[in-house]
Protein backbone atom coordinates (compact mmCIF):
# COMPACT_ATOMS: atom_id res chain seq x y z
CA UNK A 1 0.00 0.00 0.00
CA UNK A 2 1.76 3.22 -0.85
CA UNK A 3 1.46 6.28 1.47
CA UNK A 4 2.73 9.65 1.09
CA UNK A 5 2.60 11.67 4.61
CA UNK A 6 3.66 15.43 5.75
CA UNK A 7 4.67 15.93 8.96
CA UNK A 8 6.39 19.35 10.45
CA UNK A 9 3.40 22.00 10.12
CA UNK A 10 2.42 24.02 13.14
CA UNK A 11 2.30 27.41 14.82
CA UNK A 12 5.32 30.30 13.94
CA UNK A 13 6.26 33.53 14.60
CA UNK A 14 6.98 35.75 11.39
CA UNK A 15 10.71 35.38 10.64
CA UNK A 16 11.11 32.30 11.74
CA UNK A 17 11.67 28.73 10.75
CA UNK A 18 9.80 25.29 10.44
CA UNK A 19 10.87 21.74 8.38
CA UNK A 20 8.24 19.70 6.95
CA UNK A 21 8.78 16.64 5.97
CA UNK A 22 7.01 14.22 3.55
CA UNK A 23 7.62 10.47 3.99
CA UNK A 24 6.68 7.69 1.39
CA UNK A 25 6.27 4.09 1.88
CA UNK A 26 5.42 1.59 -0.96
CA UNK A 27 7.07 2.98 -3.52
CA UNK A 28 10.85 2.59 -4.79
CA UNK A 29 11.20 6.75 -3.99
CA UNK A 30 14.30 7.15 -6.05
CA UNK A 31 12.82 7.36 -9.20
CA UNK A 32 9.47 9.52 -8.27
CA UNK A 33 9.74 13.10 -8.62
CA UNK A 34 8.65 14.94 -5.51
CA UNK A 35 7.06 18.40 -5.42
CA UNK A 36 5.78 20.77 -2.77
CA UNK A 37 2.16 22.32 -3.15
CA UNK A 38 0.19 24.57 -0.62
CA UNK A 39 -3.13 25.94 -0.53
CA UNK A 40 -3.51 29.33 1.31
CA UNK A 41 -7.40 30.46 2.74
CA UNK A 42 -10.06 31.12 0.14
CA UNK A 43 -7.15 30.31 -2.37
CA UNK A 44 -6.40 27.66 -5.19
CA UNK A 45 -3.98 25.18 -4.45
CA UNK A 46 -0.06 26.22 -5.81
CA UNK A 47 3.08 24.84 -6.95
CA UNK A 48 6.25 25.68 -5.31
CA UNK A 49 8.67 23.54 -6.07
CA UNK A 50 10.02 20.59 -6.41
CA UNK A 51 12.75 18.27 -7.07
CA UNK A 52 13.40 15.84 -10.07
CA UNK A 53 14.66 12.06 -9.18
CA UNK A 54 18.95 13.09 -10.31
CA UNK A 55 18.29 16.48 -7.20
CA UNK A 56 17.18 19.18 -10.18
CA UNK A 57 15.50 22.12 -7.73
CA UNK A 58 12.94 24.22 -9.23
CA UNK A 59 10.92 26.93 -7.55
CA UNK A 60 8.66 29.53 -7.57
CA UNK A 61 10.04 33.24 -7.22
CA UNK A 62 8.42 33.93 -4.30
CA UNK A 63 9.98 31.09 -1.31
CA UNK A 64 13.47 31.08 -3.72
CA UNK A 65 15.29 32.45 -1.72
CA UNK A 66 13.77 31.41 1.78
CA UNK A 67 12.93 27.63 1.36
CA UNK A 68 15.09 24.81 0.04
CA UNK A 69 14.04 21.44 -1.36
CA UNK A 70 15.76 18.57 -0.20
CA UNK A 71 15.31 14.73 -0.49
CA UNK A 72 16.69 11.64 0.92
CA UNK A 73 16.47 8.52 -1.24
CA UNK A 74 17.62 6.31 1.62
CA UNK A 75 15.23 7.26 4.02
CA UNK A 76 12.17 8.24 1.59
CA UNK A 77 11.77 11.02 2.47
CA UNK A 78 11.34 14.86 1.44
CA UNK A 79 12.01 17.55 3.04
CA UNK A 80 11.31 21.52 2.92
CA UNK A 81 13.58 23.83 4.83
CA UNK A 82 11.39 26.98 5.73
CA UNK A 83 13.36 30.28 6.61
CA UNK A 84 12.02 33.97 7.88
CA UNK A 85 8.55 32.73 7.53
CA UNK A 86 5.99 35.43 6.56
CA UNK A 87 2.06 35.87 7.22
CA UNK A 88 1.85 34.65 3.37
CA UNK A 89 2.76 31.20 3.72
CA UNK A 90 0.24 30.32 5.78
CA UNK A 91 -1.53 27.70 4.06
CA UNK A 92 -1.81 23.57 4.25
CA UNK A 93 1.00 22.31 2.25
CA UNK A 94 1.23 19.48 0.34
CA UNK A 95 3.34 16.67 -1.28
CA UNK A 96 3.28 14.69 -4.41
CA UNK A 97 5.09 11.56 -6.05
CA UNK A 98 5.14 11.19 -9.27
CA UNK A 99 6.32 8.54 -11.81
CA UNK A 100 5.02 7.70 -14.94
CA UNK A 101 1.31 7.14 -14.40
CA UNK A 102 1.86 7.20 -10.88
CA UNK A 103 0.64 9.51 -8.98
CA UNK A 104 0.74 10.29 -5.04
CA UNK A 105 -0.57 13.07 -3.07
CA UNK A 106 -0.56 13.36 0.64
CA UNK A 107 -3.20 14.71 3.07
CA UNK A 108 -1.45 18.08 4.09
CA UNK A 109 0.18 19.46 7.46
CA UNK A 110 -0.89 23.20 8.23
CA UNK A 111 1.57 25.85 8.64
CA UNK A 112 0.17 28.95 10.08
CA UNK A 113 2.40 31.97 10.84
CA UNK A 114 1.39 34.51 13.35
CA UNK A 115 2.63 37.03 16.00
Known amino acids: QVQVVESGGGLVQPGGSLRLSCAAS????????MTWYRQAPGKQREWICDITNNGRKNYIDSIKDRFTISRDNAKKTMYLQMNNIQFEDTAVYYC?????????WGQGTQVTVSS
Open 26 to 33: GINFSIYG
Open 96 to 104: RARFAEEDY
